[in-house]
């Protein structure tokens, strides 16, 4: 069984990362030709990065679009990331600092991850407006996350799994050193459907992570009138027309 | 066109939203464009046999030209925030006038045909599963339908959190269309009659002449003042790109009139050309990059032909998105021109510096009696700027506009600002065939006005868009109010402005 976790996470890992590097790779690549952003909008680089910055840490523009939602989504994102930062105990020795410190947040971290995905989907499901708009593909996504987060609140508080030999065991890993993965169905649950996550990521919705920094409608300065911008198959077209 | 339901005002502080009536709109849609109209814009002239592979192949070029499109596709996650801003979802209450469903339309075909899951799924005939469906016939009739009900206003991009423009989509979905021999008539007709003879309502030079003779004359009697209407005037200072339809519409052809008197007052030289007839660049709504440079182009000769050293624009919206976001990109440098100001600029960017600087007077008693709110057109709004701050596009119209009227009351603030409603004509639906659309696309603009005429005593709205006044004067009687009701900003300045004792 512990072979076979390797491998899966050994796959999984690679599918994500080779995935992820594709899609950003493509969107890095791909220009953007035209001055587009949703005005008013920071007239400087550094002002529109701000403003991504305030869309990703904060949800500005949900903010204003939807109070209920905006509650729902900063409940689930939050704790998702106070829940990953509490992982990277299992991959990191020493531990970092702040990763030790926010370790007594584990239970409310996934609380509030819990509790915003299925406020989520119960929005999802009761609003006709977001049912219409909804592919069950979209409900798979919550389902896998809201099941790995009971998954693990349930060794958390209930079934208690060998977190050391966890630990071990992918610290062994990153070092092409297989060891042995305890013997306990929660975890081998939470770890498969957490595996197949790491798949699916490059090739979902989940995209909407690196992708936010792409958008050009968020990231682009304000200045056409002061600067030409003018991409490559543009300069090209041009250079053929005159 | 008596069948049309106009939907029932209720109060912009509750912001109503309608329950789904699907198909509501299935029927809308504009007439295809046939052959004399695709042709001359090299498009093929009816729908070609292979449609689906060109279509598909169209598809892929513009996922790799356009960042927004490719990263677009990807990124939604459904989460609905969207599907309450649209103003056509508002007014008709059909789905798939709410931006996501609209984007998905075109998401669809791309999760089929362009991402490994929709491939795999597709295959063995589970895409239903992500989204993704096959591109039919069905399919791209669907397109033709809805994509032309989306007036690319960009007000669902500010309340999506990744920004995600819906525009961007229905601009390429018509691009593709196009490219297969499926456009649509109204933009690809007025984008020939700009090729042809120089404007979008096909106003030939020696008509148009005449007309701006007429003008002068009716100038003279009305002030006693020599306020002129050049054309083509070589040397000199400003070169004035107005939409065409300031030349003889109404309201519009009174904001050409206070631009006129606004440069005379000032003492500034101006010119029209015969060349650049037209502000407005339908080149953007069909999503050509090369038409909509094609069309920019000849601003460029005329500002070179006629040695100015200023570009100005009139009051259009869409042709500002143009000129201010896109301009320098499509048809710069502009080192041949005076440095001291931005290029392009706006009249009321003009105006209101003149102002300021105490350049030109103004006597509110010209206006008297109005009671005043304006209208932020969308692309004004949300897609350009005017002055050097962000967000001047709302100070500065305002700003002229309080300068020229006894009262001003802005109008609910969930539909101004960058919050603005379309007019429900803009983005290549200011055609007749589609007045059910345009009339109930007009709803949530009609409910922030029925407000301040009801609680505030507003008498007429200001508007900064020929597309604008044209919808309004069209749309405003449907829902009993009178066509006059919608002013040109510089309407207003024309009726205020002190002409010949400021010196
Ligand atoms: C840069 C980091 C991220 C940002 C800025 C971000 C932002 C957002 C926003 C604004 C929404 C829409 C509101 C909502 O429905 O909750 C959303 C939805 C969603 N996010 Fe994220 N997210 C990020 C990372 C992630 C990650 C890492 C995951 C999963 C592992 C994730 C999973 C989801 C899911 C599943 C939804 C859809 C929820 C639904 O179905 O209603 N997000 N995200
Ligand atoms: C290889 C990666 C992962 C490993 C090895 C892992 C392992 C574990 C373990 C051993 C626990 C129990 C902790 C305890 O008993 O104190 C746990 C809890 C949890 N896991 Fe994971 N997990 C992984 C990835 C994830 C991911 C990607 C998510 C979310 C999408 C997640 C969500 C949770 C939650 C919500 C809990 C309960 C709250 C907490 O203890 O922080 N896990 N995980
Ligand atoms: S751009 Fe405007 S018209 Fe088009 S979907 Fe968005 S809100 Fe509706
Ligand atoms: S708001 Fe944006 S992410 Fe949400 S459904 Fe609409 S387009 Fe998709």
């Given at each position: 069984m512990s072979t076979l976790f390797a491998i899966l996470f050994y796959v999984a890992f690679a599918t994500l990362v080779a995935g992820l590097g594709f899609k950003i790779a493509q969107y890095a690549r791909t220009p953007a030709p035209l001055k587009i952003p949703t005005t008013p909008a920071p007239l400087t680089q550094s002002g529109a990065a701000f403003r991504v910055a305030r869309e990703v840490v904060v949800f500005e523009s949900l903010f204003k679009s939807n109070k209920p939602l905006w509650i729902f989504a900063i409940l689930f994102h939050f704790g998702l990331f106070v829940v990953l930062a509490r992982h990277l105990r299992y991959f990191q020795e020493p531990v970092w600092f702040p990763v030790a410190l926010i370790q007594p947040l584990g239970v409310w971290g996934g609380l509030a991850m819990v509790g915003g995905l299925l406020l989520l989907t119960l929005r999802r499901m009761l609003l006709t407006r977001i049912a219409y708009i909804t592919a069950p593909g979209d409900y798979i996504m919550l389902g896998l996350l809201i099941a790995i987060g009971a998954s693990g609140m349930m060794m958390t508080t209930l079934t208690h799994t060998d977190v050391v030999a966890v630990k071990a065991f992918f610290l062994g890993l990153m070092r092409f050193d297989i060891r042995a993965l305890p013997a306990d169905p929660v975890l081998y649950a939470h770890l498969a459907m957490v595996a197949l996550l790491m798949i699916v990521f490059p090739f979902s919705k989940l995209l909407h992570a690196p992708g936010i920094f792409f958008s050009p409608t968020r990231n682009q300065s304000d200045d056409p009138r002061e600067k030409r911008h003018l991409c490559d198959w543009a300069a090209k077209l041009e250079a053929e027309r005159n | 066109m008596a069948d049309i339901q106009i939907p029932v005002l209720g109060d912009p502080d509750q912001r109503e939203i309608p329950s789904l009536i699907p198909g509501a709109m299935a029927g809308s849609k504009p007439y295809v464009a046939q052959p004399p109209h695709q042709e001359p814009l090299g498009f093929p002239g009816e729908l070609v046999p292979d449609w689906q592979e060109k279509a598909l192949g169209r598809m892929g070029d513009l996922l790799s030209k356009y960042r927004s499109l490719q990263v677009y596709m990807d990124i939604c996650v459904k989460c609905g925030a969207c599907t309450d801003k649209c103003h056509y979802f508002l007014g008709t209450g059909d789905p798939k006038n709410m931006p996501v469903a609209r984007q998905d339309l075109f998401r669809s075909v791309y999760r089929r045909y362009f991402t490994p899951a929709g491939k795999m799924l597709g295959a063995v005939g589970l895409g239903g599963l992500i989204g993704a469906k096959e591109f039919t016939k069905d399919l791209l009739d669907e397109w033709f339908n809805y994509f032309h009900q989306?007036?690319?206003?960009r007000r669902c991009s500010v309340f999506c959190p990744y920004g995600i423009d819906t525009a961007e989509v229905s601009m390429a979905a018509r691009e593709i269309m196009d490219s297969i021999g499926y456009g649509q008539k109204y933009c690809n007709e007025i984008i020939g009659k700009v090729h042809k003879i120089g404007n979008n309502l096909g106003l030939p030079g020696p008509a148009l002449i005449d007309n701006l003779e007429g003008l002068e004359e009716d100038m003279k009697d009305e002030t006693g003042q020599d306020v002129r209407f050049p054309i083509d005037e070589e040397g000199a200072e400003v070169l004035l790109v107005t939409p065409s339809a300031d030349f003889f519409a109404e309201p519009h052809v009174l904001g050409l009139i206070g631009y006129a008197k606004v440069f005379h007052g000032a003492g500034i030289s101006w010119t029209l050309s015969t060349k650049a007839t037209e502000a407005g660049n339908f080149g953007m709504f069909i999503g050509n990059y090369e038409q909509m440079r094609k069309i920019a182009m000849r601003i460029r000769e005329a500002a070179i032909e006629l040695k100015v050293k200023r570009i100005v624009f009139g009051e259009c919206g869409h042709a500002w998105r143009v000129a201010y976001s896109f301009l320098t990109t499509l048809v710069g440098p502009w080192d041949f021109l005076d440095p001291r100001y931005p290029v392009p600029q706006h009249i009321l960017e003009v105006t209101n510096g003149l102002i300021k600087k105490g350049g030109i007077k103004l006597d509110k008693s010209g206006n008297d009696k109005m009671v005043l709110t304006v209208h932020d057109s969308c692309n004004v709004a949300r897609a350009s700027r005017m002055g050097d701050f962000p967000g001047g596009q709302f100070v500065i119209p305002r700003e002229v506009i309080k300068s020229c009227v006894p009262k001003f009351v802005d109008m609910h603030p969930d539909t101004t600002h960058e919050k603005t409603f379309c007019c429900g004509g803009g983005g290549g639906l200011l055609?007749?065939?589609l007045m059910d659309i345009r009339v109930k696309g007009a709803k949530p603009r009609m409910e922030a006005l029925k407000d301040v005429v009801d609680n505030q005593g507003v008498t007429h709205m200001a508007s900064m868009c020929a597309i604008c006044k044209a919808q309004f004067t069209k749309v405003l009687p449907y829902y009993g109010y009178d066509r006059e009701m919608v002013v040109s900003v510089h309407q207003l300045v024309s009726n205020a402005i002190i002409l010949g004792n400021n010196d």
């Amino acid at each position: 069984m512990s072979t076979l976790f390797a491998i899966l996470f050994y796959v999984a890992f690679a599918t994500l990362v080779a995935g992820l590097g594709f899609k950003i790779a493509q969107y890095a690549r791909t220009p953007a030709p035209l001055k587009i952003p949703t005005t008013p909008a920071p007239l400087t680089q550094s002002g529109a990065a701000f403003r991504v910055a305030r869309e990703v840490v904060v949800f500005e523009s949900l903010f204003k679009s939807n109070k209920p939602l905006w509650i729902f989504a900063i409940l689930f994102h939050f704790g998702l990331f106070v829940v990953l930062a509490r992982h990277l105990r299992y991959f990191q020795e020493p531990v970092w600092f702040p990763v030790a410190l926010i370790q007594p947040l584990g239970v409310w971290g996934g609380l509030a991850m819990v509790g915003g995905l299925l406020l989520l989907t119960l929005r999802r499901m009761l609003l006709t407006r977001i049912a219409y708009i909804t592919a069950p593909g979209d409900y798979i996504m919550l389902g896998l996350l809201i099941a790995i987060g009971a998954s693990g609140m349930m060794m958390t508080t209930l079934t208690h799994t060998d977190v050391v030999a966890v630990k071990a065991f992918f610290l062994g890993l990153m070092r092409f050193d297989i060891r042995a993965l305890p013997a306990d169905p929660v975890l081998y649950a939470h770890l498969a459907m957490v595996a197949l996550l790491m798949i699916v990521f490059p090739f979902s919705k989940l995209l909407h992570a690196p992708g936010i920094f792409f958008s050009p409608t968020r990231n682009q300065s304000d200045d056409p009138r002061e600067k030409r911008h003018l991409c490559d198959w543009a300069a090209k077209l041009e250079a053929e027309r005159n | 066109m008596a069948d049309i339901q106009i939907p029932v005002l209720g109060d912009p502080d509750q912001r109503e939203i309608p329950s789904l009536i699907p198909g509501a709109m299935a029927g809308s849609k504009p007439y295809v464009a046939q052959p004399p109209h695709q042709e001359p814009l090299g498009f093929p002239g009816e729908l070609v046999p292979d449609w689906q592979e060109k279509a598909l192949g169209r598809m892929g070029d513009l996922l790799s030209k356009y960042r927004s499109l490719q990263v677009y596709m990807d990124i939604c996650v459904k989460c609905g925030a969207c599907t309450d801003k649209c103003h056509y979802f508002l007014g008709t209450g059909d789905p798939k006038n709410m931006p996501v469903a609209r984007q998905d339309l075109f998401r669809s075909v791309y999760r089929r045909y362009f991402t490994p899951a929709g491939k795999m799924l597709g295959a063995v005939g589970l895409g239903g599963l992500i989204g993704a469906k096959e591109f039919t016939k069905d399919l791209l009739d669907e397109w033709f339908n809805y994509f032309h009900q989306c007036s690319q206003c960009r007000r669902c991009s500010v309340f999506c959190p990744y920004g995600i423009d819906t525009a961007e989509v229905s601009m390429a979905a018509r691009e593709i269309m196009d490219s297969i021999g499926y456009g649509q008539k109204y933009c690809n007709e007025i984008i020939g009659k700009v090729h042809k003879i120089g404007n979008n309502l096909g106003l030939p030079g020696p008509a148009l002449i005449d007309n701006l003779e007429g003008l002068e004359e009716d100038m003279k009697d009305e002030t006693g003042q020599d306020v002129r209407f050049p054309i083509d005037e070589e040397g000199a200072e400003v070169l004035l790109v107005t939409p065409s339809a300031d030349f003889f519409a109404e309201p519009h052809v009174l904001g050409l009139i206070g631009y006129a008197k606004v440069f005379h007052g000032a003492g500034i030289s101006w010119t029209l050309s015969t060349k650049a007839t037209e502000a407005g660049n339908f080149g953007m709504f069909i999503g050509n990059y090369e038409q909509m440079r094609k069309i920019a182009m000849r601003i460029r000769e005329a500002a070179i032909e006629l040695k100015v050293k200023r570009i100005v624009f009139g009051e259009c919206g869409h042709a500002w998105r143009v000129a201010y976001s896109f301009l320098t990109t499509l048809v710069g440098p502009w080192d041949f021109l005076d440095p001291r100001y931005p290029v392009p600029q706006h009249i009321l960017e003009v105006t209101n510096g003149l102002i300021k600087k105490g350049g030109i007077k103004l006597d509110k008693s010209g206006n008297d009696k109005m009671v005043l709110t304006v209208h932020d057109s969308c692309n004004v709004a949300r897609a350009s700027r005017m002055g050097d701050f962000p967000g001047g596009q709302f100070v500065i119209p305002r700003e002229v506009i309080k300068s020229c009227v006894p009262k001003f009351v802005d109008m609910h603030p969930d539909t101004t600002h960058e919050k603005t409603f379309c007019c429900g004509g803009g983005g290549g639906l200011l055609t007749d065939e589609l007045m059910d659309i345009r009339v109930k696309g007009a709803k949530p603009r009609m409910e922030a006005l029925k407000d301040v005429v009801d609680n505030q005593g507003v008498t007429h709205m200001a508007s900064m868009c020929a597309i604008c006044k044209a919808q309004f004067t069209k749309v405003l009687p449907y829902y009993g109010y009178d066509r006059e009701m919608v002013v040109s900003v510089h309407q207003l300045v024309s009726n205020a402005i002190i002409l010949g004792n400021n010196d």
